[in-house]
């Protein structure tokens, strides 16, 4: 049983960046496909990012294209979400989430695809 627990959360001003963490405990961390979610209020959760087990395969929504970057760490069991140029829009809990079984970077989208999930750290965009 894998325990997800994100960080780096917080309030921060329209064009600022954040450095979200999440680490893993309890699973070997360099098998699961490591990816993050968001969601705003009154919205359903989104992909945001996500990052298979090799360093430099990665995906991303269209909207965070360019601005966000996730990166692992496999000997420290962490993954990282680091934001620039944040919106109002980006807004939202972000959630740290993994699964065990590979595929295709495209399928890393797909929610239900993952078998653990963190409980989320805030992120607030002001303008």
């Known amino acids: 049983q894998m325990q997800l627990v994100e960080s780096g959360g917080g309030p921060v001003q329209t064009g600022g960046s954040l450095n979200l963490s999440c680490t893993a405990s309890?699973?070997?961390?360099?098998?699961?496909?490591m990816g993050w979610f968001r969601q705003a209020p009154g919205k359903e959760r989104e992909f945001v990012a996500a990052i298979m087990w090799s360093v430099g395969s990665t995906g991303y929504e269209d909207s965070v294209k360019g601005r966000f970057t996730i990166s692992r760490d496999n000997a420290k069991n962490m993954v990282f979400l680091q934001m620039n140029s944040l919106k109002p829009e980006d807004t939202a809990v972000y959630y740290c989430?993994?699964?065990?079984?590979?595929?295709?970077?495209?399928?890393?989208?797909?929610?239900?695809?993952?078998?653990?999930w963190g409980q989320g750290t805030q992120v607030t965009v002001s303008s």
């Open positions: 989430a993994a699964r065990g079984r590979g595929g295709t970077i495209g399928s890393t989208k797909y929610q239900n695809s993952y078998d653990y």
């Open positions: 309890g699973g070997t961390f360099s098998k699961y496909v």
